[in-house]
């Protein structure tokens, strides 16, 4: 008898796959769910189709656009059938939801290539834009942007919920071609394309709410301004999702892109080629809409209408289609991807947490630290995953490297390099490398955190829960600690006490066992 | 119906644990192998018991050592319950099998602990060393030198065969204990040793024939130097297992632990505190045996005697206990653990092979240049398990660390950047920081390989298998590729266009395809 883990998995799981039918480009998004709650991004695709290309004044779909949608969509459907796609998601936006010729459009493809694509009222794009980025970001009240190659999204959320909502026929394909590459259109296109957007904003009453919140930005105009971003500052993070750009940087960005010819744009790091043309337009639609709401900046979302699309299906039999608690849901699914043991990383958290609450006088934190510390002892053993050898430094690395949902860069920096502490690691040279996004005090943060791990996997070293309960007295230069145990602890301590030995640099006291536990 | 991947995971594997009793210490090793072949080291834990010490003269387990022993077995025992263990081997080495109270000590052990351990003789403790070793290191002829705490082990391998072995009692430990730590031993210490080892040495006719052969390193006194080499001159990889230490830099570390007292050697780089006081026995042992062999140096091997074990166990109803291709069977191992998608790294071989052979003219590369493609084509999507964005860079962080066995430190590097060369990465920093293991020519070889994989999967970037067969036909400026496909694959193709722009830069010939595939 011979099993395939791969294969009993893929039996276990379902895959589904999403297709986004945009003005500019063609995605698919496959997403893997396990039996066990879990869901993980098994690979994405996407062609620049611009089916949205040249549909003029008479908002037809051209021949040849359609053309190229067809095979984008047939390879497409023939990836998705490689990796065994159970349900296919097909939805279309503003392009086809907008030409004249929408429905024949996607008559064809289905008939060229089996697959069936419904489209999108701007009411869904907005609620599916929202359903991505609500899903993926703890926002709590924010506009969040979805700019596409023709149509823009805008949905005001308060206390997480969506309360307003417009979706206008502006987006960096259409802009570019009415008012920046028209024969004719001049130097002036910029400010056309600037005036025309603000006589639509000015027209959703309810936009003025929004004046002064941050910008939720979707959507691949977004995505490659921060990329831009990123790559100018030389961002030390290598995560999108969550990036912010406040607006003096958006409206540089802006005016460099406005003094560069298309073919010098090409060279911009950060920025794909194919986005070239059509960048400025966007990057212009970006910047009008910050200065028209005083917002601070943009955080950018890496998730928005597939994700939002898929949401619906995940949580389709759940609480609802928006998750209350991001980062904690974010890391019960990384302890399943990752296959934690459960119970040990249970035990570890319990012990930090037991430390951290009867140490509070001596470090003063909250709970926003509390918080972060548990979510670094469930996950202090992902790195498992790639070696045992070494395995916090690979923690370390999957933390900084795989996107943990619902934390800002700093809590994602944080909670890697505390999780890291369990094992050996040089702090020092990571707290320079991450200099950018941490804070002052983070450094003795981590180290008073990560300390905690630290004692509280060692005190675990069998895995087998021995130790029920901790007890600390602190004394004036010691904190005497004792175990309830179920069974002999004496060489979890020793263990505990060979590998922690900068207690007192962090804390300023000594721990000490009883002697007779050791 | 929920099922846990996890759980079902355990179902469908086997979680084996081998004990190995040693004169220093107690280790546990835990390997899980699949229904499907695959196996992983799991965990490790050890624990510093010291059973061999103060046994004196009259060769007796003392009391203080069996509590120790006892007390440790205990936690190696709940630990391996924690993690359903499935099989145990204990095995007890040296100072069981020469005290007088071995057996009853074993009875003891078992007595307070449940688990039985069987007393390796000496010829058995070499076969395991060997069986570790030959399984994971590439060896054709060498010298196996396994020097625990209570003996040492020599194993002369021709043509990957165990043709002669010995097993001498004298490890770090006893050495330590008998020439420098005995009150009165002096200075002359080290000569006695090295003159009680020569004599020892000289008695084996046939460790003649071992003359100038590589030493294959096993054991914590090996791994230690190993370490402690690597920090000195700032190794670049983090793999132990497979790296060569010459002969001139272990004289160089016997030297320096020879000048210091052993308070001051805890804190030499990469050794352990546990072993400052039995280090420079173990180190002018392997110093000795350098010279007496006249060998160039010595290959750590981080398998031993539990690897071993393992192995006998593991390959019990295959082709015998040694594998023949190591890395053929490790590259095939990754693609089990990190669920690549085989059909997909399958074509993506096929297309790159086949690239490779038609364009070997222009390259003139060889068989040795082949087999790394294929293995670095077959790997390269490993990097998803850590996170789909950027994985050709999850590729590289697994590849360069965790062990890919039977590949040297240079192969391994080779492997992993021309894996990650199928998305978007930046080799040159990478070329320098693996400077200290690359060779001239490697940085070409690596570019030219990397983009013969990039190219491979871009023309199956539908995972399909589109493209059967790429026949290229070189011109004098470029190379012409058709394509036998068994459905439309011009979107593959302007992938490749897109994705791949410097073969030109590489091979010195622009590629093209027939105008009507594209």
């Not at 620049?48 to 003029?56: K, L, S």
């Given at each position: 008898m011979c099993y395939n883990f791969s294969k009993m998995e893929d039996i276990m799981s379902t895959t589904v796959g999403i297709i986004d039918l945009g003005s500019n480009s063609i995605r698919l998004t496959l997403m893997q769910t396990g039996a066990d709650g879990s869901y993980k991004l098994l690979d994405e695709i996407k062609e620049?189709?611009?089916?949205?290309?040249?549909?003029?004044p008479e908002r037809v779909i051209k021949p040849p656009a359609v053309e190229r949608a067809v095979r984008t969509v047939r390879l497409l459907h023939r990836f998705s059938r490689a990796n065994n796609v159970d349900t296919m998601f097909g939805v279309a936006t503003a392009a086809v939801r907008s030409a004249v010729n929408g429905v024949q459009v996607l008559e064809t493809i289905k008939n060229e290539t089996g697959l069936s694509f419904r489209i999108l009222s701007g009411r869904e794009e907005a609620r599916y834009a929202y359903l991505g980025v609500a899903n993926t970001l703890d926002i709590k009240d924010g506009l969040v942007v979805d700019i596409g190659g023709g149509s823009t999204e805008l949905i005001l959320c308060r206390d997480r919920k969506m309360v307003c909502w417009a979706s206008l026929p502006y987006g960096a394909v259409n802009l570019t071609e009415n008012h920046l590459s028209a024969p004719g259109s001049g130097t002036g296109g910029l400010e056309r394309l600037e005036s025309c957007l603000c006589s639509a904003w000015r027209e959703l009453s309810w936009l003025e709410s929004a004046r002064g919140l941050e910008l939720l930005g979707v959507g691949g105009t977004m995505r490659s301004l921060g990329r831009i971003d990123r790559k100018q500052i030389n961002y030390s993070l290598n995560i999108l999702h969550g990036y912010f750009l406040p607006s003096g940087r958006v409206n540089a960005i802006c005016g460099l892109l406005r003094d560069m010819p298309v073919e010098q744009r090409k060279h911009i790091p950060g920025l794909s080629k194919e986005r070239a043309d059509i960048i400025l337009a966007g990057a212009a639609a970006v910047s009008a809409l910050l200065a028209f709401t005083g917002s601070p900046g943009i955080r950018i979302s890496g998730s928005g209408v597939r994700e939002g699309v898929f949401f619906e299906h995940f949580h389709g039999g759940g609480p609802g289609p928006v998750v209350d608690d991001v980062a904690g849901q974010s890391v019960q699914n990384f302890m399943s991807l990752y296959r934690v043991r459960r119970q040990h990383a249970l035990q570890v958290a319990k012990l930090s947490l037991s430390l951290f609450d009867q140490l509070v006088s001596i470090h003063g934190y909250g709970s926003w630290e509390r918080r972060l510390l548990g979510f670094a002892a469930l996950l202090h053993d992902t790195g498992n995953v790639v070696s045992n050898f070494a395995h916090n430094k690979h923690t370390l690395y999957i933390l900084l490297n795989a996107r943990l949902d619902g934390l800002s860069h700093r809590e994602t920096v944080l909670v890697a390099l505390i999780a890291a502490?369990?094992?050996?690691?040089?702090?020092k040279p990571l707290l320079q490398q991450y200099g950018d996004i941490l804070e002052p005090g983070d450094d003795i943060l981590v180290r008073r955190l990560g300390i905690l791990v630290k004692m509280a996997e060692n005190l675990d070293r069998s895995e087998s829960g021995v130790v029920e309960e901790l007890v600390c007295s602190i004394g004036e230069k010691e904190v005497l600690m004792k175990c309830k145990t179920r069974d002999d602890a004496g060489l979890e301590i020793r263990e505990l006490y060979k590998n922690v030995t900068n207690f007192n640099k962090v804390y300023g006291k000594r721990f000490r066992f009883p002697k007779e536990d050791v």
């Open positions: 620049t189709a611009r089916i949205g290309e040249n549909m003029g502490c369990h094992g050996k690691i040089e702090l």
